[in-house]
């Protein structure tokens, strides 16, 4: 392995995981570092947070939930 160059050991270790029936995922995510990304955050939390309490199902669905927590560790 010490005469194979980056791409092709980085190619023979991808080849391997195929081999052992993976295969590669790219997922892309919000990127934290970006100017305005704390604010966009808050911005939606207020609204999920307006449309939660709007919904009376979904209160008591969370209140019945919270009962049935005792004895969780």
Same mark, same amino acid.
């Given at each position: 392995?010490?005469?194979?160059?980056?791409?092709?050991?980085?190619?023979?270790?991808?080849d391997g995981?195929?081999?052992?029936?993976?295969? /590669?995922?790219?997922?892309?995510? /919000?990127?934290?570092?970006? /100017?305005?990304?704390? %604010?966009?955050?808050?911005?939606?939390?207020?609204?999920?947070?307006?449309?939660?309490?709007?919904?009376?199902?979904?209160?008591?669905f969370m209140? %019945?939930?919270?009962?049935?927590?005792?004895?969780?560790?």
């Open positions: 392995m010490g005469n194979l160059n980056v791409n092709q050991r980085v190619q023979k270790h991808r995981l195929r081999v052992a029936g993976l295969r /590669p995922v790219q997922i892309w995510v /919000p990127d934290t570092r970006r /100017p305005g990304f704390v %604010e966009e955050c808050h911005r939606q939390t207020l609204l999920a947070a307006k449309a939660d309490s709007a919904d009376q199902a979904m209160q008591q209140d %019945e939930s919270l009962a049935d927590v005792d004895g969780w560790e």
